[in-house]
């Protein structure tokens, strides 16, 4: 509970409205011990008191003076002033209780506005401080573990930190401070009576405890199902269309069943000890009221306890005790909450990527070279290696074609140039300084990127050009679609390039999505260009025009290509033939077919000629 309570404290950050919202919970109590012991007098009147007579309230504030604990509290002004006969004197009372529940009612108000709004700001910071962890995350962290349980810690257990934060400062404030109110009223009345009740209270402390560690447990367990689920449902809505032509429907629902009966077994768990918590409470909090009203009853019968001050006594301490019943729920609610505050606490300890330190200088821009040096890299988990051994000098301005068979680790090798991932070992070098020595965001600000998996978001097409860039004009949104022959398109859209871009850009073909990627590569205007299939998804008619734009728009820039395109190929000024994690062979198509038979089978079987 450690991180729980670390979360907790945090709640100080707002130290005012926290202090309010405890002053009026304090308030509200006390309203109701003031009513408690208020209506001894009604009692008093009611059933005679001693004597037996019914009394006015003059008689009754005297008595109140001369015999109870505030004795001397009682103006003499106000016992003059008091209207006489006994049912004057309870209409006086009750009006006076219906303004105290009032005021109350009031008081335990403001009590929940203001916890509630210390706890709604302190799980927004803590989800934006989740958020913001995950997204600087090392790519390859987040590609082993899955996107899944990373998002479910940041949406599931920030709403389960939510709960138990609103139960302990809301609803557990509210309950312990009532119950107080209620037990200081009954020691007002009969303090004897009163600490007899407390003989229960260990025991009760124990189950309790008990209990809420078994819900922690069964808790985080389910968490780690639900964020299961996330993923399995995710990954299917997303590759739907995969899913639908490849009529694998039933293994999808399969695979999400697994996973859900994992998650309604650890609910069921929960479950079991959230439901038996708050009988035993009331049952063990029913024998120690009858064994209290045993001992009082008995003497009552000897003369030595009033009626009245027996009945509100025992009313008291059941509102004490009633108190402890929705406290039960309260407790575990807080451990389960426990369990999603050791998640994010893990997540929010997570190393981020490096290079994003505020005292590393910004690397220069791009002007001489780029070099990969002895390179080797293993994804998290993997059991071989992605790259072995790879050295590569790429000089300024030219174009390095990179082809292999899949698998061969082009891809991964690209990725290390902007650092989405950290070579296991080697360096790689820009203008010769080693860019794990300088600010990542400086090295990634002068590289533009096209994927064949082209990643649009839910905003304007113009948002989704002008994607990681600030400060762009209309106009220079206008000229990078136009080289990227995505202007004519876009200007037939409804909204033009203020239409809303579907999930993943799915209401655009393929085609448009990777002309709107280009465009967004062109307005970064990069020294380095790396580009990894990325005329995979253009079609015949289109193809011709996006290959000049990007050739033109290469001129002068380093560009690292991933190619299935022959005339890709032959337009580069090197190939480079990779097989396995290893550069087999690099050099111009003609001395490669010659040569290298890896080289000739991918040209023959793999390359696929530009369209006429």
């Known amino acids: 509970m450690d991180a729980f309570w670390t979360f907790a404290r945090s709640m100080l950050r ?24 208020a209506m001894k007098p009604v009692l008093d009147i009611v059933l005679g008191g001693e004597t037996g007579q019914a009394a006015g309230l003059p008689e009754l504030l005297t008595s109140l003076d001369n015999d109870s604990p505030i004795s001397g509290w009682v103006p003499n002004w106000l016992i003059d002033a008091a209207p006489p006969g006994p049912f004057t004197a309870i209409v006086v009372i ?45 790519l390859a962290q987040v ?14 257990d920030t709403a389960y ?38 003989i229960i209270a260990p025991l009760l402390v124990t189950v309790i405890r008990k209990l809420g560690k078994r819900i922690r447990r069964a ?8 964020a299961g689920l996330l993923h399995a449902s995710t990954e299917a809505m997303q590759g739907l269309r995969v899913v639908k032509v490849h009529t694998a429907e039933r293994y999808e629902q399969g695979r999400f069943h697994k996973i859900n009966k994992e998650f309604l077994r650890q609910q069921l768990r929960v479950r079991t000890a959230r439901a038996i918590a708050s009988p035993l409470v009331e049952v063990l909090s029913i024998i120690a009221v009858g064994a209290i009203t045993l001992g009082a009853v008995w003497l009552i019968l000897e003369g030595r306890l009033e009626r009245s001050e027996f009945l509100l006594t025992i009313t008291a301490l059941g509102v004490a005790g009633g108190s402890l019943k929705p406290l039960t729920g309260l407790v575990n609610d807080i451990q389960q909450s426990g369990a999603a505050a050791d998640r994010l606490a893990q997540l929010l300890a997570s190393e981020p990527e490096p290079g994003h330190g505020a005292h590393l200088p910004k690397l220069p821009r791009h002007a001489e070279s780029i070099e990969l040096k002895d390179i080797e890299f293993t994804y998290p988990g993997a059991d071989t290696q992605a790259l072995a051994g790879v050295s590569l000098r790429v000089e300024r301005g030219q ?19 902007p650092r989405l991932f950290e070579p296991t070992r080697g360096r790689v070098l820009i203008d010769g300084r080693d860019v794990s020595e300088y600010n990542v965001r400086s090295l990634r600000r002068q590289i533009g990127v096209v994927t064949q998996e082209t990643v649009l978001f839910r905003a304007s097409i113009a948002d989704n050009i002008a994607y990681g860039a600030s400060d762009v ?7 990078a679609a136009r080289q990227a022959h995505a202007d004519e398109f876009i200007q037939q859209l409804p909204q033009g ?43 015949a008619e289109s193809e011709a025009k996006i290959t000049q734009a990007i050739a033109e728009f290469a001129r002068g820039r380093t560009s690292l290509v991933v190619a299935h395109r022959l005339s890709t190929v032959l337009g580069a000024d090197r190939i480079v033939v990779m097989d396995r994690g290893r550069i087999i062979d690099q050099g111009s198509h003609d001395e490669l077919m010659t040569r290298c038979e890896v080289y000739n089978q991918i040209a023959r079987r793999q390359l696929v000629p530009a369209a006429s």
């Open 399 to 417: 174009t390095i074609a990179v082809v292999g068979p899949n698998g061969s680790g082009k891809t991964t090798l690209l990725a290390l140039v």
């Open 219 to 226: 808790s985080r367990r389910a968490l780690e199902s639900q």
């Open 473 to 479: 004009s209309d106009d220079r949104i206008r000229q």
């Open 14 to 37: 707002y130290k005012r409205l926290v202090i309010l919202a405890i002053i009026f919970a304090v308030l509200s109590a006390g309203g109701l011990g003031i009513g408690i012991v």
């Open 497 to 539: 390039y203020q239409t809303i871009c579907g999930e993943q850009g799915l209401t655009l073909s393929g085609g448009q999505r990777q002309r709107i990627a280009i465009a967004r590569a062109i307005l970064r205007d990069p020294a380095i260009l790396i580009l990894d299939e990325a005329t995979s998804m253009i079609d």
């Open 161 to 198: 930190l939510a709960q138990g934060l609103n139960a302990m400062l809301s609803k557990a404030v509210a309950q312990i401070t009532k119950g107080i109110g209620a037990f200081i009223a009954a020691l007002i009345l009969n303090w004897p009576l009163t600490l007899s009740a407390l």
């Open 94 to 138: 009750l009006i006076g209780l219906g303004v105290l529940s009032v005021l109350g009612a009031t008081a335990n108000f403001l009590h929940q506005y203001f916890a509630l709004t210390v706890v709604h700001r302190t799980v927004a910071n803590v989800r934006r401080r989740a958020f913001a962890t995950l997204v600087h995350l090392p």
């Open 143 to 156: 590609v082993s573990q899955g996107t899944g349980d990373s998002v479910s810690r940041v949406v599931n």
